[in-house]
């Protein structure tokens, strides 16, 4: 195997201790860690025979399924660069992202229109089916292929692009080894159900959290509360980790179960509970705690560029609401003189992929600049005030949407809510409201969400407009609300 700390050595590993474990699960089909690692061994040799080689880039667009598994390892195995897109995208932000990436390869199963997208971007094209059939006609035996070092490109993960260009996230082998160790952060051993979809950096590092530590990843394609609470029973799952908006359907399914009483409406195999990525409101982390009575619960705050930045833990998480907690192991934090966020640490990023003026901005003197404002209270404990770039800059203050959207939230009536800055002649912008009503038939009215400000929040962060809508717009993947989508469709609607 590659020299240090190499992808390929954690299937490697895993299929000589523990070849009878499964290390995969979807559904009724189990992929054991032997099978797994011979498979990624004949697929790296189909990719060789293909003329992939080491620092190549192969884009593989995709649903979830474990015929991806082996293809992953295979290109950690040879030293090229696993780079996934996601398979909700329209044909031309998926071209996009293709020849943005500059791969030698596109693997595509048949929910989407690979051939289509790999001709347009004037690179191979493979049916993932047809690779699966190739691999499985390769003898088994050592590989012939240069092997890669700690230092080289695993993958390059895209960021979600809500707002502005999206750019390639290139993280190493001993990046992605370091950020998932079994010593990186307490975990309880057995199976853990993974919601995110294979695209998507929080999927890789769950399942790279599970094989370092040889435990089995069960997948669950389905983000609806039911299906993921029959595969946490099914499979004794001891931790489960969703973004709020999954964890409000888990416990809408466990609640329903109760009504119906056809089961006790708790998942007690759960030892960690785990949020992130957006606010986890404390009434959604009560129902946390009564959906996972034996469960830790834990707050964790990110990012692809800096992978786990800092964690809220056990009873901190209900004593500090709102809060991301404090630093992570190997991670050092600052903030700037406008209260910018920014880490230094072992577990950063390489860099944006082919766009240096990208990572020269954001990588500064060893320091990653998140881009999000934070505030830290006297315990040293962090919370994150908004994105620099959602700041509403109205009268000459500065205004942090999420601070706003904090004290909305827990007014009755308020299912979502959202806070943006719209343009005005006088002001530069002024802060707006967009509320998701619980009942549209009881609408909290404007001056309702201005008292609750009252005490709370300076006076010019109260909102002047209030809009009111059936959903907001959020990124599939993490939850975030698309402030800028709905900045247009208001604006549209006014002109």
């Given at each position: 195997?590659?020299?240090?700390?190499?992808?390929?050595?954690?299937?490697?590993?895993?299929?000589?201790?523990?070849?009878g474990?499964?290390?995969?699960?979807?559904?009724?089909?189990?992929l054991?860690f032997?099978?797994?690692?011979?498979?990624?061994?004949?697929?790296?040799?189909?990719?060789?025979?293909?003329?992939?080689?080491?620092?190549?880039?192969?884009?593989?667009?995709?649903?979830t399924?474990?015929d991806?598994?082996?293809?992953?390892?295979?290109?950690?195995?040879i030293?090229?660069?696993?780079?996934?897109?996601?398979?909700a995208?329209?044909a031309d932000?998926?071209e996009?992202?293709?020849?943005?990436?500059?791969p030698?390869?596109?693997?595509?199963?048949?929910?989407?229109?690979?051939?289509?997208?790999?001709s347009?971007a004037?690179?191979?094209?493979?049916?993932?089916?047809?690779?699966?059939?190739?691999?499985?006609?390769?003898p088994?035996g050592?590989?012939d292929?240069?092997?890669?070092d700690?230092?080289?490109?695993?993958?390059?993960?895209?960021?979600?692009?809500?707002?502005?260009?999206?750019?390639?996230?290139v993280?190493?082998h001993?990046?992605?080894m370091?950020?998932?160790?079994?010593g990186s952060?307490l975990?309880?051993?057995?199976?853990m159900?993974?919601?995110?979809?294979?695209?998507?950096?929080g999927?890789?590092t769950?399942?790279?959290?599970q094989?370092?530590?040889?435990?089995?990843?069960?997948?669950?394609?389905?983000?609806?509360?039911?299906?993921i609470?029959?595969a946490?029973?099914a499979?004794?799952?001891t931790?489960?980790?969703c973004?709020?908006?999954?964890?409000?359907?888990?416990?809408?399914?466990?609640?329903?179960?109760?009504?119906?009483?056809?089961?006790?409406g708790?998942?007690?195999?759960?030892r960690?509970?785990?949020?992130g990525?957006?606010?986890?409101?404390?009434?959604l982390?009560?129902?946390i705690?009564?959906?996972?009575?034996?469960?830790?619960?834990?707050?964790?705050?990110?990012?692809?560029?800096?992978?786990n930045?800092?964690?809220?833990?056990?009873?901190?998480?209900?004593?500090k609401?709102g809060?991301?907690?404090?630093?992570?192991?190997?991670?050092?934090?600052?903030?700037?003189?406008?209260?910018?966020?920014?880490?230094?640490?072992?577990?950063?990023?390489?860099?944006?992929?082919?766009?240096?003026?990208?990572?020269?901005a954001?990588l500064?003197?060893?320091?990653?600049?998140?881009?999000?404002?934070?505030?830290?209270d006297?315990?040293g404990y962090?919370?994150?005030?908004?994105?620099?770039?959602?700041?509403i800059?109205?009268?000459g203050?500065?205004?942090?949407?999420?601070?706003?959207?904090?004290?909305?939230?827990a007014l009755?009536?308020?299912?979502?809510?959202?806070?943006?800055g719209?343009?005005?002649?006088?002001?530069?912008?002024?802060?707006?409201?967009?509320?998701?009503?619980?009942?549209p038939?009881?609408?909290?009215?404007?001056a309702a969400?201005?008292?609750?400000?009252?005490?709370?929040?300076?006076?010019?962060?109260?909102?002047r407009?209030?809009f009111?809508?059936?959903?907001l717009?959020r990124?599939?993947?993490?939850?975030?609300?698309?402030?800028?989508?709905?900045?247009?469709e208001i604006?549209?609607a006014?002109?």
């Amino acid at each position: 195997m590659g020299q240090g700390l190499v992808i390929g050595e954690v299937f490697a590993g895993a299929a000589r201790a523990v070849p009878g474990r499964a290390a995969a699960i979807l559904g009724d089909r189990v992929l054991t860690f032997a099978e797994l690692s011979a498979a990624g061994e004949r697929t790296a040799r189909a990719l060789l025979d293909l003329g992939v080689a080491k620092g190549d880039r192969v884009v593989c667009w995709n649903t979830t399924s474990l015929d991806i598994l082996p293809v992953f390892a295979a290109l950690a195995r040879i030293g090229a660069v696993y780079v996934p897109v996601g398979p909700a995208l329209p044909a031309d932000e998926a071209e996009a992202l293709v020849r943005a990436a500059k791969p030698v390869l596109l693997i595509a199963d048949e929910k989407v229109d690979g051939a289509a997208v790999a001709s347009r971007a004037d690179v191979a094209h493979l049916a993932l089916a047809e690779l699966v059939a190739q691999a499985a006609t390769e003898p088994a035996g050592p590989l012939d292929a240069p092997e890669p070092d700690e230092a080289d490109p695993h993958t390059i993960f895209f960021t979600s692009g809500s707002t502005g260009r999206p750019k390639g996230v290139v993280l190493s082998h001993r990046v992605n080894m370091l950020r998932t160790h079994p010593g990186s952060q307490l975990e309880p051993r057995g199976p853990m159900v993974c919601v995110y979809p294979l695209f998507h950096m929080g999927a890789w590092t769950i399942a790279l959290q599970q094989w370092q530590a040889r435990d089995t990843l069960v997948l669950v394609p389905q983000t609806d509360g039911a299906s993921i609470v029959a595969a946490v029973r099914a499979h004794e799952a001891t931790r489960l980790n969703c973004v709020p908006a999954v964890w409000e359907r888990v416990i809408a399914a466990l609640a329903a179960e109760r009504t119906a009483e056809t089961g006790d409406g708790t998942l007690p195999s759960l030892r960690f509970a785990d949020s992130g990525t957006s606010a986890t409101v404390p009434e959604l982390l009560e129902g946390i705690a009564a959906a996972a009575p034996n469960a830790t619960l834990r707050v964790f705050y990110g990012s692809t560029e800096a992978g786990n930045v800092t964690s809220l833990d056990g009873p901190d998480v209900l004593r500090k609401p709102g809060s991301c907690g404090v630093p992570s192991i190997f991670q050092h934090l600052a903030l700037d003189p406008e209260g910018e966020l920014c880490v230094r640490g072992p577990l950063l990023f390489d860099g944006y992929f082919d766009d240096p003026a990208a990572t020269a901005a954001a990588l500064q003197n060893g320091w990653y600049r998140t881009g999000d404002m934070a505030t830290t209270d006297d315990e040293g404990y962090l919370t994150i005030a908004g994105r620099t770039r959602d700041l509403i800059r109205t009268g000459g203050e500065s205004v942090a949407p999420n601070e706003v959207e904090t004290v909305l939230a827990a007014l009755a009536g308020v299912r979502d809510v959202a806070v943006i800055g719209l343009p005005d002649t006088t002001w530069g912008e002024i802060v707006c409201a967009v509320v998701v009503p619980d009942d549209p038939s009881s609408i909290p009215g404007p001056a309702a969400l201005r008292t609750a400000c009252e005490g709370r929040l300076a006076p010019h962060k109260h909102p002047r407009r209030v809009f009111y809508a059936e959903t907001l717009p959020r990124t599939t993947a993490t939850g975030q609300i698309q402030r800028k989508q709905l900045v247009e469709e208001i604006l549209a609607a006014r002109a």
